[in-house]
Structures are given as C-alpha cells and as structure tokens.
C-alpha cells in the first residue's frame, strides 16, 4: 500500500495538544482541523488530523453526498456523534470509540452532528481529488465499520502489558492496515513493554486518548505522551516505553498489519 522507498525517508512526528491547534477549513467551513505534522513528516505519504465541529449542525452547510478519491481513509470518532449516510451501509450513527472507512470513491454524506463532534481522520495519499456524488448508491468495497461494545478489549499474545480491542481493519484490508485500541492491563513494570526494540513495518501512528505514556525515542529523547498526543514511529526506528498512567489509552495504525519486532 505504501512505497517501501519512500516510507524509509520519513521522519518521527510528535504532535503535542494545544490550546490554539485547530483552524478553520476551507471547505467545508463547518469544520475546524488540527494538522497532526504526519503528511509533511511523510512527504505526502500519509496525512493525519483531528477534526471537530466550528458550530452547531446547520442542514445543507455539511457538503452534501461526495466522494474522496484517496487510496485509503479511516475515522475514527474521539468525542460526540455524527450521523453518516455511507454507500452499501445507508445512515449510521457513529458515537465516540465508532470508526468506519471510505473506501476509494465512497459515496458519502454528513447528516448532522453533535456540538462536541471531534474525529481523527487518517488519509493515503494526504492529497487527493473529491468530488460531487449522489446518495443512495452502490458500494463498489463495502465500508468497515466498528462500534464499541462493553467486551471488547482482549489480551494481545506476547503484549501482556496491555489489552486490545481489534477495529477490524486487517480483515477487512486484506492485511495492509491494522487498528486498534490499546489500554493499560495493569500497572507499570519495569520489563514487561518490550524493552528497547524496533519495528520491520512502513508506518505506525498512535494517538493517546486517556492518560499518558512516556517513551524514549532515542534521539529525540524521553517524551511523555500526554491525551490528545500523536507520533509515528518509522521503519526499524528504536524506542522504548519506559512508563504509563494506570489509565492509559490509545489508538494504534499499523501498515502493514503484520510485521516483525525485535529487541535491540
């Protein structure tokens, strides 16, 4: 999915939350976005970001039915609600820990949308086209969709530090994208996190959603990852995490899903 070539020149990202983040968008201007540095760290390989409403929904200022012609996008719904008219799915109300994908030319259309709606969207290529569509339309690749349920965390073979819950993508990519949810299994312990290592994979993103993580980044130093936090990791890059809150929670974007991790 991603250029190997290409993949390997990228640069670490860390994209602290702060108070003056967002800006509004141009269009559509019922949106306001918090560039997450991803796309100009990847060279327009991968672009990522945190939306969220400017104002309260207003009918027919959402865009109307569109489609995107990225390779690959992903949203995942950090705060509020929105309700989405998806092609092969019809209207699906998306509430915070939902995230679904548009595949290639995806029929699409925002309804409405709650005061507090917030999303974190992730974009292959971070450019591409988008243009006008019309709704109800076939679905060419259905949408994956995944909606939190109150059993949803798992534990993660040779991870026992946390536990997981699995957003659907590696089956329903075929293998070159996988999501989930990681949260804390128990307190910190020295040890149990993997030590210092690295991952044989093309890209890797987390967002933290509750608490904190620190971890070292070799070069770039100890760095506490705080809610609202993101960083990518590149190809064979060594880190270590170092310490977390009892509560931590995070998203993890793996590309491709499977890969190898060895300690350095």
Same mark, same amino acid.
């Given at each position: ?18 108070? *003056? *983040? ?7 201007s019922y949106l306001e976005l918090r560039d997450l540095g991803v796309s100009a760290a990847t060279d327009g390989m991968v672009g990522a970001m945190v939306l969220r409403a400017a104002y309260p929904c207003r009918p027919g200022e959402t865009g109307g039915a569109h489609r995107h012609m990225a390779q690959f996008q992903w949203l995942y719904v950090l705060k509020g609600w929105v309700k989405m008219g998806l092609a092969g799915k019809g209207e699906v109300v998306m509430k915070a820990g939902s995230c679904w994908t548009q595949p ?12 507090? &709606?917030?999303?974190?969207? @992730?974009?292959?290529?971070?450019? %591409? ?26 534990? =993660?073979?040779?991870?026992?530090? =946390?536990?997981?819950?699995? @957003? ?29 290592? @690295? ?7 987390? &967002?933290?959603?509750?608490? %904190?993580?620190?971890? *070292?980044?070799?070069? @770039? ?22 310490? %977390? ?8 974007? *793996?590309?491709?899903?499977? &890969? ?5």
């Amino acid at each position: 999915m991603l250029d190997k070539a290409k993949a390997r020149q990228q640069r670490v990202v860390v994209s602290h939350a702060g108070a *003056d *983040d967002f800006r509004r968008t141009q269009p559509p201007s019922y949106l306001e976005l918090r560039d997450l540095g991803v796309s100009a760290a990847t060279d327009g390989m991968v672009g990522a970001m945190v939306l969220r409403a400017a104002y309260p929904c207003r009918p027919g200022e959402t865009g109307g039915a569109h489609r995107h012609m990225a390779q690959f996008q992903w949203l995942y719904v950090l705060k509020g609600w929105v309700k989405m008219g998806l092609a092969g799915k019809g209207e699906v109300v998306m509430k915070a820990g939902s995230c679904w994908t548009q595949p290639h030319g995806l029929a699409h259309d925002v309804l409405a949308y709650s005061d507090d &709606y917030e999303v974190l969207l @992730l974009n292959l290529p971070a450019d %591409y086209e988008t243009s006008a569509a019309q709704l109800p339309e076939a679905a060419r690749e259905m949408p994956i969709v995944s909606q939190p349920g109150p059993d949803d965390f798992k534990p =993660i073979e040779k991870r026992t530090h =946390i536990v997981a819950r699995d @957003l659907g993508l590696m089956a329903g990519t075929g293998g070159k994208v996988n999501a989930f949810i990681a949260k804390a299994a128990h307190e910190f312990r020295t040890g149990q996190a993997g030590g210092r290592h @690295l991952h044989r994979l093309d890209f890797q993103l987390m &967002y933290v959603l509750k608490g %904190y993580q620190t971890m *070292d980044l070799g070069p @770039l130093g100890t760095i506490k990852m705080d809610a609202g936090t993101c960083w990518t990791q590149p190809p064979d890059f060594v880190h270590e995490v170092v310490d %977390y809150s009892d509560d931590f929670e995070c998203i993890v974007i *793996d590309l491709p899903a499977e &890969y190898e991790t060895a300690e350095v």
